[in-house]
């Protein structure tokens, strides 16, 4: 089945130290988008590709970097995780930048 | 400013009755809107889209209406089930060149049997 795919489900890391998030797709879409939700919060876009361009949103902290290798992959990388980055991460992916997006299952990070 | 509204209270209903979640939002002017689920720890589930030009889409059991004088959009599921207990989302695409979605932060749906 075509899909989203994040690794690992949930990610335990130290304050400070560098995380990297993975997100997979199957369905060969050009736009891949990463979101922040935190508990009963809206989910946030942090960033988005389309195909190889990088959008960032303006109220993303330098913290979060996003790399894009191929079609099918995209990371998110937190550079120096504090306790307010604890959140639900989800990667989704979308054929074109105005149609549907999909949602991966989420990575739910925890910053110890 | 510029909000998306879900009512932040957990809707309880009884198995069978129909369940209806509200959407309201200011100073947008969406091109469209959409209903995603969302099941604890997982990530949403895109359910249906409506257009500004619509006024009511049906899919099986779910019925969304779009009210762009009212800025509202109301989310029915008719004979609801204890499996369609998640948090529903509403989101917004916004006309013109603004590309981004803009969620609502969901209302919690709990069908007791």
């Known amino acids: 089945d075509a899909m989203v795919i994040q690794n690992p489900r949930y990610q335990v890391t130290q304050f400070g130290k560098p995380v990297t998030l993975s997100c997979s797709q199957t369905?060969?879409?050009?736009?891949m988008y990463w979101y922040q939700q935190k508990s009963s919060q809206a989910p946030k876009l942090l960033f988005h590709y389309y195909d190889k361009d990088f959008n960032n949103e303006a109220d993303t902290p330098d913290n979060f970097q996003s790399r894009r290798p191929n079609t099918s992959f995209c990371f998110l990388d937190i550079r120096s995780p504090g306790l307010g980055d604890a959140a639900m991460y989800l990667c989704?992916?979308?054929?074109?930048?105005?149609?549907?997006?999909?949602f991966g299952p989420g990575t739910r990070l925890l910053v110890l | 400013s510029q909000k998306i509204e879900q009512n932040s209270e957990a809707l309880n209903i009884q198995e069978g009755k129909t369940a209806t979640l509200t959407c309201n939002y200011t100073?947008?002017?969406?091109?469209?809107l959409q209903w995603y689920r969302q099941d604890p720890g997982r990530g949403p589930v895109f359910l249906l889209l409506?257009?500004?030009?619509?006024k009511e889409k049906r899919k099986e059991r779910l019925k969304v209406t779009f009210d762009t004088t009212l800025k509202q959009s109301l989310f029915h599921i008719t004979a609801s089930q204890p499996a369609d207990s998640a948090t529903y989302l509403c989101a917004l695409r916004l006309s013109g060149g603004y590309n981004k979605l803009i969620f609502g932060a969901g209302t919690r749906l709990a069908v007791h049997p």
């Open positions: 989704a992916t979308s054929r074109d930048i105005k149609e549907t997006q999909y």
């Open positions: 409506i257009r500004e030009n619509e």
């Open positions: 100073n947008y002017s969406p091109a469209y």
């Open positions: 369905l060969n879409h050009n736009v």
